[in-house]
């Protein structure tokens, strides 16, 4: 009997630091890393904020060197702020790089780094395995429990001439050091805990559905999954909570290591697209579309939305299968709107005529391809109108 050959991969950060205090290592992983002049990815809410002021005075205090700093970072990184950084890397004579942020800023860092090496222009990078070359030395220390972006070989940047979000999926792109420090985490507002939160929760439900899911990643997408449900109301109700910080940041992580192997979804592809078109936050954009896609993915993995039930707390004893896997996506449903999540994308300015360009472009987004279920062009303008 013939059997098919058909081979997976993991990635992950050489290094990943975790828990209270994680980030004060920063300065001796530049130093192991060899780097002698830093740059810092980062944007202006996090200057503002403070943490990019403490983070600069531990490394010159650790290290002796001095960090050349780059706060343009926007909340939807574009081909243009890519370039803008890279500039003022190059003209500094940088060697290793920081993204100190949430997923914009790691992602912009990603974009910065490959075309720092490599050459080019970050366009030419759209898709898997583009690069050729090594990044420079990569430091991503994470602000937010969400997007996983420092832990991923993922990076996202907007296409400036056709509003489309590039999908870059590039293991070189994978940060050398991962750091996830809940004290970092403790001043992101309410409605940034919760999308973010939303955000992490649809990595694992899309990684645990996909058709390249595996037992490793399995294993991540449901302690993710469990963590997030147990953890993201107090996580929104009480910010200053570290405790429950600190397992969101578990969480994410777990979510990310089972999507950077298992991809994700229809919903991914899908938010890109309101992304790229109206500037809206991925987090929130993924958490209003998820229970509509997920509806549509149900028949192909029944089985499998009934597991996220569980994972969820939700009692499916006696239940049949079907009955278990609607349990999950009400679930969904109650957790979003128990954080606050918009209900629908007409209240972020999504108009219906709109529709049919963003569901072509989400039928040739690279995230698409693992779906559980191969949607039509009908399909996807359909979910996308249901999600209104």
């Known amino acids: 009997m013939a059997v098919r ?15 209270i205090g994680a980030h004060k290592e920063i300065g001796n992983q ?8 830093p740059f810092l990815c980062t944007d202006k809410g996090i200057v503002q904020a403070g943490i990019a002021d403490e983070i600069i005075k531990m490394i010159k205090k650790d290290t002796g060197r001095d ?8 909340p939807n ?6 370039h803008d950084g890279l500039k003022v890397f190059q003209q500094n004579g940088c060697d290793l790089i920081i993204s100190l942020g949430g997923g914009s800023a ?3 860092a990603k974009g910065i780094g490959i075309v720092a090496t490599n050459g080019g222009h970050i366009r030419d990078y759209e898709g898997i395995d583009k690069s050729s070359k090594a990044m420079p030395p990569f430091i991503a220390v994470n602000t937010t429990a969400g997007t996983a972006s420092e832990m991923t070989r993922f990076c996202i940047i907007t296409n400036t001439d056709t509003k489309v979000k590039m999908a870059i999926v590039d293991w070189r792109g994978t940060p050398n050091v991962a750091i996830n420090d809940p004290l970092l985490m403790l001043g992101m507002p309410p409605a940034l805990t919760a999308a973010t939160g939303m955000d992490a929760l649809t990595h694992a439900v899309e990684a645990y559905v996909s058709t390249i899911a595996t037992p490793v990643t399995d294993a991540c997408a449901l302690k993710a999954i469990q963590l997030i449900s147990e953890n993201l109301r107090a996580a929104v109700a009480n910010g200053g909570d570290v405790e429950v910080r600190d397992k969101m940041a578990y ?9 950077n192997d298992a991809s994700l979804g229809h919903v991914h592809a899908m938010a890109h697209q309101l992304g790229g078109f109206y500037d809206l936050p991925h987090g929130v954009c ?21 597991d996220i039930a569980a994972a969820m707390g939700e009692n499916i004893s006696g239940l049949s299968t079907r009955s278990a896997a609607e349990k999950a996506l009400e679930a969904i449903v109650t957790l979003s709107q128990d954080v606050g999540i918009p209900r ?17 472009n989400a039928q040739n987004d690279a995230c698409g391809l693992t779906n559980p279920r191969c949607p039509s062009l009908e399909n996807v303008i359909q979910i996308c109108k249901n999600a209104l």
């Open 5 to 19: 050959e058909q081979v997976y991969g993991f990635f992950i950060p050489t290094v990943s630091l975790m828990g």
């Open 30 to 37: 530049i130093k192991v890393l060899g780097g002698t002049k």
């Open 67 to 74: 960090v050349v700093v780059f706060d343009e970072t926007v």
């Open 77 to 82: 990184p574009t081909d243009v702020n890519v």
């Open 106 to 108: 790691h992602d912009c």
């Open 251 to 259: 969480a994410e992580y777990l979510a990310g290591m089972a999507f």
């Open 286 to 306: 993924n958490a209003i579309l998820l229970p509509h896609v997920e509806r549509f993915n149900m028949i192909a993995k029944m089985d499998r939305f009934a």
């Open 344 to 360: 629908g994308l007409r209240e972020l300015g999504v108009q219906e005529k709109d529709i049919p360009t963003m569901a072509q």
